[in-house]
């Protein structure tokens, strides 16, 4: 079992650009998780996925948007970037069963935005 | 909206002393508090989980336990060695995961 992936590892980008993240969940799982973890801080919520529609969402403006695929892989894009949008970016992936689940987390993406 | 508290924000302790990690939460309606461990620049280890049903967790020589009423889980690692040395996380899911700002724990050897 590969666990959750995420890619690419490390990324640059200027302001203003336009950033894409990937993840694959761990195998038998459907909803996929992003959070965002600046320097010093705990993670962020971001945004769930599961049916390939946005479940829930945390207090992140429209720049930040998903997509989770049929295979249950996903992705983050962030539009217009900011300084602050410089963290490292996580994704969990878990299953619901009997009123709870595990969330078992990526790598990470470390995105620097300059 | 969940607020989640842990203290101390760091901790240096010589080895072999017990560890003892705090993690409060302002919401108490919860399907489970996770322990995570993060190593400087890397992901998320998740250490135990503890459903809200649950008082304790036990592995290894980590401890959790989790009173729900008064919103409080406390993390116990015994025997502290240099390779605890990172930043602990604490985590409440409510659907989503609220996390702690963490405690930076360093063991000298």
């Known amino acids: 079992d590969a666990g959750v992936t995420q890619s690419p590892t490390h990324l640059i980008k200027t302001r203003g650009q336009q950033v894409t993240l990937r993840c694959s969940p761990k195998s038998g799982h459907d909803t996929v998780s992003w959070y965002q973890q600046a320097l010093g801080q705990g993670p962020q919520f971001i945004f769930q996925y599961y049916e390939e529609e946005e479940r829930q969402r945390g207090n992140f403006p429209d720049r930040f948007s998903g997509h989770q695929f049929p295979n249950y892989s996903s992705e983050l894009n962030v539009n217009a970037l900011l300084l602050g949008d410089s963290a490292l970016y996580l994704c969990?992936?878990?299953?619901?069963?009997?009123?709870?689940?595990?969330?078992?987390f990526g790598p990470g993406t470390r995105l620097t935005v300059l | 909206k969940q607020e989640v508290t842990q203290i101390p924000a760091a901790l240096s302790v010589p080895e072999g002393e017990n560890l003892v990690l705090n993690c409060s939460f302002t919401?108490?309606?919860?399907?489970?508090l996770q322990w995570f461990r993060q190593d400087p620049g890397k992901g998320l280890t998740s250490l135990l989980l503890i459903q809200s049903s649950q008082r304790e967790q036990t592995s290894g020589r980590l401890n959790a336990s989790l009173d729900k009423s008064s919103g409080r889980s406390t993390l116990y690692i015994a025997a502290s060695q240099p390779g605890d040395s990172a930043t602990y996380l604490c985590a409440v899911n409510d659907y989503k995961l609220s996390f702690g700002a963490g405690t930076t724990v360093t063991v000298r050897a």
């Open positions: 919401d108490s309606a919860i399907y489970n």
């Open positions: 969990a992936s878990s299953f619901w069963t009997f009123s709870t689940d595990t969330q078992y």
